[in-house]
């Protein structure tokens, strides 16, 4: 059971690139979120997806893209990178019902720096 | 709008008992969560209240209050691991299942020897 998985750990961009991030989770939780984290600061939610199929706009969701592939994968895409998207990204997953309905699970994050 | 405050920093010495508030400005609200996180670590659960009053895990407790839009979080018998950042989160801000989360800024805990 390995929870939260995140890939990759660390990725260095260029302006204006693209890229993928993946998330999975495998407690079979219904509803998962994408994270970022600046340096000193709190997190921030990019989306979210409550259910399968369903995505919504968190706080900050302006240049990203977001995908639910299946009910374990969520990506998160960055279209044209840009420096101020420099940040930990985390991806969260929380059941909709249970013993831990109230408790998120997270990854243990990308660390992306756009130059 | 809405927005969580949380005091920045707090210093304890280890052994002592040390209270984190939190207060919170939200159109929705269905409860309150902390999070502790380590230094280059992932946030990790601690406690959620729906209801008013205490909940107790160990050495870690939490209060809300929704009347007053105010929680806390109390640990007692400091150790040194304990140094952490910790973040309030308010569950259910917006949309209609409770499916959505706003955290705060955090609070950096040092405990001293």
């Known amino acids: 059971n390995a929870g939260v998985t995140q890939t990759p750990k660390f990725q260095v961009l260029k302006t204006g690139q693209s890229m993928t991030?993946?998330?999975?989770?495998?407690?079979?939780?219904?509803?998962?979120?994408?994270?970022r984290q600046d340096p000193g600061m709190g997190l921030r939610l990019i989306y979210y997806s409550a259910s399968e199929g369903t995505t919504d706009k968190g706080e900050v969701p302006n240049g990203y893209n977001v995908s639910r592939l299946n009910k374990r994968e969520f990506?998160?895409?960055?279209?044209?990178?840009?420096?101020?998207?420099?940040?930990?990204?985390?991806?969260?997953?929380?059941?909709?019902?249970?013993?831990?309905?109230?408790?998120?699970f997270f990854g243990p994050g990308t660390r992306l720096t756009v130059l | 709008g809405?927005?969580?405050?949380?005091p920045s920093e707090v210093t304890a010495v280890e052994g002592a008992i040390v209270q984190m508030n939190c207060t919170y400005q939200t159109s929705g609200f269905y409860g309150l969560s902390w999070y502790q996180q380590h230094d280059g670590g992932a946030p990790t659960f601690l406690s959620y209240n729906a209801l008013d009053g205490l909940e107790e895990t160990g050495r870690f407790s939490s209060f809300l209050s929704r009347s007053d839009s105010y929680g806390y979080l109390l640990l007692q018998?400091?150790?040194?691991?304990?140094?952490?950042?910790y973040f309030c989160a308010v569950r259910g801000v917006t949309d209609n299942y409770g499916q959505n989360f706003v955290f705060g800024p955090g609070t950096r805990l040092s405990v001293l020897p």
């Open chain 1, 21 to 35: 991030l993946q998330c999975a989770q495998d407690m079979n939780h219904n509803s998962m979120y994408w994270y």
């Open chain 1, 75 to 104: 990506s998160l895409r960055l279209e044209s990178a840009a420096p101020s998207q420099t940040s930990v990204y985390f991806c969260a997953s929380i059941a909709r019902a249970g013993s831990s309905y109230n408790e998120q």
């Open chain 2, 2 to 6: 809405q927005s969580l405050e949380q």
């Open chain 2, 77 to 85: 018998e400091l150790q040194m691991k304990d140094s952490a950042s």
